[in-house]
Structure formats: C-alpha cells, structure tokens
C-alpha cells in the first residue's frame, strides 16, 4: 500500500492538529512526511514471517520484591498520634463547602 502525501493532506493534517502553517513549512512538512512514508513502505517490504515480537531490546528482569505479610498497627495505634479522629477515622478539615 504505497500512498503519496501531498498539500492538501498536510492542510487538513494541520487543521485537525490546530496547526497555522505558512506556506514554507506546508512544503517542508509535506516532504518530509513523505519521507517518513517511504522509509515506513520500506520497512513493510521486510520478511519478518518468523521474527518473534520484541518488547524491550534488552532482557529485562522483575526487579520488584516478593510481597510479605508483615505486622501492622491496629486502628488504635494508628489514631493515636491524630490531631482529630471521629468515628474510628482520622478528621480533617473541610475543603469543599
């Protein structure tokens, strides 16, 4: 599927993203985007049938910790050092009116 890139598309591509181009960078931009297609038509022509897909370049490893169930304070404990607590929960100041 080759397609060329010419002026108008590169307009309406401007328009839709918000962009005023003057007449200078619609021309350097529509050439430059159909080097952009051309190289992406070159890369179609690659036989990548039995490539596998590559997420990172590197090998990666999980680099997190196993989780483990620790102690943690009771409600209590945790209230204790609260400026204001009501119900069994901390209380704030009111923000939102």
């Not at 080097?35 to 680099?63: A, D, G, M, Q, W």
């Amino acid at each position: 599927m080759k397609k060329e890139i010419d002026l108008t598309q590169v307009r309406y591509i401007a328009h839709l993203s918000r962009l005023e181009l003057s007449p200078e960078e619609e021309e350097k931009f529509t050439e430059q985007l159909a080097k952009i297609l051309s190289y992406v038509n070159k890369l179609r022509e690659v036989n990548t049938e039995n490539v596998p897909p590559t997420f990172h370049v590197l090998p990666l490893k999980n680099i997190f910790r196993d989780d483990k169930l620790n102690l943690s304070l009771s409600q209590e404990e945790a209230l204790s050092n609260a400026p204001k607590h009501k119900y069994k929960q901390f209380q704030v100041p009111r923000i939102i009116g």
